[in-house]
């Protein structure tokens, strides 16, 4: 049976994996998965976020990564996708794959030390589901079932992440394992993520301590634009989620809900004042003059 073995190269942000046996004769370069037609093992890596471009050659696949993790947190993963695709498959090149995709699950750091952030290569649904209580999972069984852990407090789970807050008196050096196998094996078995009953609370019942107002002006259309291109995707990055709340044209303020590894993060504080605010004040000259979190 053919064999993957994991080799550095002197580009840390690539990482080599070198097989027993030839792939191809030729060489490809895939920027995206709309460049991975001729390869469903491909176009399985590009579901994961960390991924920003394949090489394949010879007799080794070679993957370059955003900044946004260390090569120690998922390359054993990445070592059993493609230990396992190799075992399945005759070539990297099957259009469609003869078996069920293997389900991957990696475990990521957050900001928050009480948060981690777990990162699968299956879409797990189209809108953010955040869960604070029992009560709130009665139309997410997946959450349901995550509570039978003593130790989780709070769930957020976004298109391929889920992102758990634990309780203090636990430790992840203890728990993670038990919680990446539950989820890689909940997925495994195509379990339903959320019902279809499901109802997401509407942002005034979420926003107690801020008043939520509903605005339309061009400001805070503005700010919502933003947030969408430039603070979100950096957000999700650390496993959390930022939704606009409201904005007050006579005090210049913006009030914002954080939610996932961000609620409650000791940093977040930092991360609102140099981070978001930072942002919006530099794009929005004159018109923002402090933001505002509700955790």
């Known amino acids: 049976m053919a064999q993957i073995h994991i080799e550095r190269t002197e580009n840390p942000a690539i990482l080599k994996f070198v097989c027993s046996k030839m792939l191809t004769k030729d060489s490809f370069e895939y920027n995206s998965i709309d460049d991975a037609g001729n390869s469903a093992l491909v176009q399985q890596l590009f579901h994961l976020p960390f991924v920003k471009k394949v090489f394949i050659s010879a007799n080794f696949i070679a993957v370059e990564k955003f900044d946004i993790l260390n090569w120690v947190e998922v ?78 407090k709070e769930i957020f789970i976004s298109q391929n992440y889920i992102s758990i807050t634990k309780t203090p008196d636990s430790d992840w050096f203890e728990i993670n394992t038990e919680v990446r196998d539950f989820i890689k094996e909940y997925i495994q078995n195509d379990k339903r993520i959320v019902s279809k009953e499901y109802q ?44 606009f709340l409201s904005y007050l044209p006579e005090t210049k303020e913006v009030n914002v809900m954080l939610q996932g590894a961000c609620n409650g993060c000791p940093s977040s504080t930092i991360t609102l004042k140099n981070g978001i605010e930072a942002t919006l004040k530099q794009l929005l000259p004159g018109k923002i003059e402090t933001v505002n979190a509700l955790n």
Not at 118 to 123: A, D, E, H, I, R
């Open 75 to 152: 390359q054993s993963e990445l070592q059993d996708i493609f230990q396992t695709y190799i075992t399945q498959n005759d070539s990297v090149f099957a259009q469609k794959e003869n078996k069920t995709a293997a389900i991957e699950v990696y475990a990521e750091s957050t900001p928050n030390p009480n948060a981690q952030k777990f990162v699968t290569n299956k879409l797990l649904t189209s809108q953010n589901i955040e869960v604070l209580n029992l009560e709130d999972a009665k139309h997410v069984p997946m959450a349901q079932e995550l509570y039978n852990f003593p130790y989780v």
């Open 200 to 243: 997401p609370k509407k942002v005034e019942e979420q926003s107690e301590n801020i008043a939520y107002q509903p605005t339309n002006d061009t400001t805070s259309k503005e700010i919502i634009a933003v947030l969408e291109e430039y603070i979100k995707p950096a957000v999700a990055g650390d496993g959390g989620n930022i939704q």
